[in-house]
């Protein structure tokens, strides 16, 4: 299986301040197809995963420009510009080149 | 509005049989793979596996082939999780999910199925 390696495990955040969580593959995630098939998630305390980031850069439906995502092969990052308590949770990275797609452990953020 | 809405808690003695759902609704049900996602108590998520409700065709995650059973009845645009014979171990939050157009992720989730599993 794909292992992926999430850093830090836990962030603690100033409101309006930046965050960056890294996210490492143990395999490239480029296909044959050009695509990177690098994932970012959010499980807000109580809820389901959300998509937050698809294919490492683009932003799902309704996903505020303040979350950026970015990297290539096996590096990947996740930025939030201007945290918000809204932000709140576990973030998740996730691959889907290779079955079973696996996630990274979690990044939890709080708000100091 | 894609929304894909599960069955409820369940809580079951070992050795039991249990079968828990998804419905889905919103958007065509028979042109996406659908999923299943484990979250054992405090821990992260794991795949499980997915189902194409066009032709039922399933993919399972290797460590837990054989353990459970993934299925779809269309008609009722609805897919299931089922187990035959339950362990403590399976104690978890279930979520089901459904798969995006590359066939590479879940862009939308259901609210999650609580399995406690004791004795």
């Known amino acids: 299986d794909v292992v992926m390696t999430q850093t830090p495990l836990s962030l603690s955040v100033t409101p309006g301040q930046p965050a960056s969580i890294s996210c490492k593959s143990s395999q490239s995630l480029l296909h044959s197809d050009g695509k990177t098939y690098l994932y970012w998630y959010l499980q807000k305390p109580g809820q389901s995963p959300q998509l937050l980031i698809y294919e490492v850069s683009s932003r799902f439906s309704g996903v505020p420009d303040r979350f950026s995502g970015s990297g290539s092969g096996t590096d990947f990052t996740l930025k939030i510009s201007r945290v918000e308590a809204d932000d709140v949770g576990v973030y998740y990275c996730?691959?889907?080149?290779?079955?079973?797609?696996?996630f990274g452990q979690g990044t939890q953020v709080e708000i100091k | 509005e894609v929304q894909l809405v599960q069955s409820g808690a369940e809580v079951k003695k070992p050795g039991e049989s249990l079968k828990i759902s998804c419905k889905g609704s919103?958007?065509?049900?028979?042109?996406?793979?659908l999923g299943w996602v484990r979250q054992m108590p405090g821990k992260g998520l794991e795949w499980m596996g997915i189902?194409?409700?066009?032709?039922?065709?399933?993919r399972y995650s290797p460590s837990l082939q054989g353990q459970v059973t993934i299925s779809v009845d269309k008609s009722i645009t609805t897919a299931y999780l089922q187990w035959s014979s339950l362990k403590a171990s399976d104690t978890a939050m279930y979520f089901c999910?459904?798969?995006?157009?590359?066939?590479?992720?879940?862009?939308?989730w259901g609210q999650g199925t609580l399995v406690t599993v004791s004795s």
């Open positions: 999910a459904r798969v995006g157009s590359s066939w590479s992720y879940f862009d939308y």
């Open positions: 996730m691959q889907g080149i290779h079955l079973p797609w696996t």
């Open positions: 919103g958007y065509r049900f028979t042109t996406y793979w």
């Open positions: 189902i194409y409700p066009g032709d039922s065709d399933a």
